[in-house]
């Protein structure tokens, strides 16, 4: 079972189609659910925090950053989502700036490191397709965090912490327009 923190974004339902097109079954939460603190992750294999709207540092997040605490104690695997993504940036100590050109619904070009496990048998460079006006700052990235895609602007587009299970992309993978989506979600699912 699959869970994912829906941030209210237009896309979740698209991310839990990817989820059961793979043939999982998956739970979606909103991210003010007030049982959220308190959800039993013993009952999930996986972990997608989802995208949307807001800035990691918001304090109506705090329920979600106990989810990334928990799923680092119980070592279940977490990838973020855009939002998902800098929050978990920010988690691990990156610095989030606003970008210097604001991307809504463009599609990139983006090189990737084809060791990281969501890259895998994929090729290096493809197309993603961008919703955002944050992203981490890579001239303050934490010694925990290896930056596994980049756009050729040098932007942060993928990111993975160094010894744990826990991957964030900034792009939509769930996008028609984003290349190897379904591959990229079902490299996830086979992080055990």
């Known amino acids: 079972m699959i869970l994912i923190i829906d941030h209210y974004d237009s896309f979740i339902d698209m991310i839990a189609d990817y989820v059961k097109s793979l043939n999982f079954d998956c739970v ?5 659910d007030k049982n959220l603190g308190v959800v039993a992750l013993t009952e999930f294999s996986h972990i997608i925090i989802g995208p949307g709207p807001g800035h990691p540092t918001d304090k109506s997040l705090d329920n979600v950053y106990s989810i990334i605490n928990n799923a680092i104690i119980q070592k279940l695997p977490l990838l973020g989502i855009c939002l998902g993504h800098q929050m ?3 988690y691990f100590g990156a ?3 606003t970008a210097d050109k604001i991307s809504h619904g ?3 070009l983006i090189h ?7 890259f895998k048998d994929l090729p290096t460079q493809f197309n993603v397709t961008r919703y955002h006006s944050l992203i981490i700052d890579n ?6 965090i290896i930056v596994t895609a980049k756009t050729e602007q040098n932007e942060i587009m993928a990111i993975q ?4 299970k826990i991957f964030g992309v900034q792009f939509h993978p769930e996008s028609v327009m984003t290349e190897y989506g379904h591959e990229m979600l ?3 699912f086979e992080i055990k």
């Open 95 to 97: 610095s989030i700036k």
């Open 139 to 144: 001239q303050n990235l934490p010694n925990n």
């Open 28 to 32: 979606i939460i909103k991210t003010d």
């Open 88 to 90: 978990i940036g920010h």
């Open 186 to 188: 079902r490299n996830f």
């Open 112 to 118: 990737t490191k084809n060791d990281s496990c969501i």
């Open 106 to 108: 463009i599609t990139s």
């Open 161 to 164: 912490h160094l010894t744990h």
